[in-house]
């Protein structure tokens, strides 16, 4: 779990494997991981930070691990260095991170990097160099601190408390948490107090920020149009108050919890209702849940679980242009990420393809993350193999109708490949084909 929603990894330490070799960004993961532990407690785990240990030879195809890793975390943490600045994989683990950033964030807010080795300014674009730079060189100027010593692990602290911040800022900025009207019951008045008071001490925004907003469904839709996780309480609610969980189910992008207290009894109109609304949403199993006979600290518990599930919100994207955008279906998506590793090798270009596939997307996700990856690129490239061919035109379509200005093509692969050239006379079914497409795109 992250501590920042919407976000696989909370840190992505980006190194160049000279600068590993005798174990230096090893000890500082571990030692980091701890640290942050013990700022953050228990809502951060020393697994939400990437370290990849492997080293990648020259020429070997960039990993499509790493790939997801960096677009996937909240703050890149690079280890500078001349190998790093000079390495094309920490240049492309930049690129990936830097393509999608958390909810809110801003690039400044995201970079957090390290000096081991002494560097040129001028080798570093503005980002970098406006970048508040934490160093551990040691007394020489030219050599990294010695892990453990009394000067490394006062700055080890110091870059901790930093990072724990930047975490509480970017967690603060994610989408909030609607608490819903309070009943009538007068515990349940101090339990929402409580329930707020309790999600700002974790960093969290709550909306609506007043009661008055609760009273006007038009302000209760745009409030929860706005959050990631819904939270409404039963035994006692009035009819508004039920009308505004029938809203949520249709309009929070997260889950919406419905808690009903230890000891709260639901009125003869709450039990009727409760009945009408599970049989009206059949088909929406996980958009809901119910919470009754719980205290509140197992309501924080499943707040804790499921705000930490958030799926990352494409709007809050800065979305980096690829050279060339693969589109495919599930069926496809192996040879296609075969196909972006052998274009990429070819060629030194931005290469996407759609792994949000490897997940189980709901079909509105679905269709939402296929909106707006098919406006990505600088050109689009159909991959027609096992798929089906009209699920692939569906998208055909949806990118001219959304995208006109984009080039695209058809890729053609076996099986029936004669009969599919037939089809798309003028398609593209060798790797050459694919390269002379870019070259013409970025050129036109």
Known sequence: ?????????????????????????????????AELVELLGRQFSSTSIFFDKRELEVAQSFPNKLDAAARASAILVPILSPSYLTSPWCNRERAQFFSKLPYGAQPPNCLAPIVIRPIDDSDLDGLYRDAQRMSFLSADRQTPLAPGSPEWTARLHQFAGQLKNALQLLRRNCRPVFLGEATKIQRSQDLRAWCRTELEHRHFRTVPESLQALSDPDAIRTNLQQACLAIHFLGGADPAGLDAIYTSINVCSGQTILYQPFGEVLEPHEELWLGEFENAIPAAPGSYQRLAGKNDQELLALVDEQITQIPPDSGADIVAKADLTLVCEKADLEDVQRLKEMIETKRAVEVDFPDFLWGRPTPTESLRKWQDYLKRGGALLFYYGASERNRLEAKWRQAEKDSPKIRRNWYLAPPDLDLKRQLHPNALWELQQIVCFIEECGSA
């Open 1 to 33: 779990m992250s501590y920042v929603p919407g976000c696989n990894y909370d840190l992505f330490i980006s190194y160049a494997s000279e600068n590993n070799r005798d174990g230096w960004v090893t000890q500082l993961e571990e030692a980091l991981g």
